[in-house]
């Protein structure tokens, strides 16, 4: 069965920078969406932020959400089924669960950031916290 496991998550300084990782299994990364989401504390399922995404062609277009542009970036390592997310100059409102999701439709990287567009598998989260 296809999984994603995240890890990386903890307690972060404000200023500091954030490294996750998530390792798929059960399925080939290579062609394939990929994105990170995030769930700010008291923010149901439904209002999930888009963090970073990136099309699955040859092209690897990014995708990132105005509250982390400039800062994060999105990567993966298709031969190792493993996807990155690195986010910089990190601030109290980068507080949250991060969800690593994978996506075989074909959509764009903005497609699946904003609308969570043909998402099929998810990761089941890590915490981050950075204090205020």
């Known amino acids: 069965q296809a999984q994603l496991v995240e890890s990386g998550g903890g307690l972060v300084q404000p200023g500091g920078s954030l490294r996750l990782s998530c390792q798929a299994s059960?399925?080939?990364?290579?062609?394939?969406?990929i994105g990170w989401f995030r769930q700010a504390p008291g923010k149901e399922r439904k209002e999930r932020e888009g963090v970073a995404c990136m099309d699955g062609g040859r092209a690897s277009t990014e995708f990132y959400a105005d509250s982390v542009k400039g800062r994060a970036t999105i990567t993966r390592d298709n031969g190792a089924n493993r996807i990155y997310l690195q986010i910089n100059e990190m601030t109290p409102n980068d507080t949250g669960v991060y969800y690593c999701?994978?996506?075989?439709?074909?959509?764009?990287?903005?497609?699946?950031?904003?609308?969570?567009?043909?998402?099929?598998?998810w990761g089941t989260g890590t915490t981050v916290t950075v204090p205020s």
């Open positions: 059960g399925l080939i990364l290579r062609p394939y969406a």
């Open positions: 999701a994978v996506g075989t439709t074909g959509a764009t990287a903005q497609r699946v950031c904003q609308w969570e567009f043909g998402i099929d598998y």
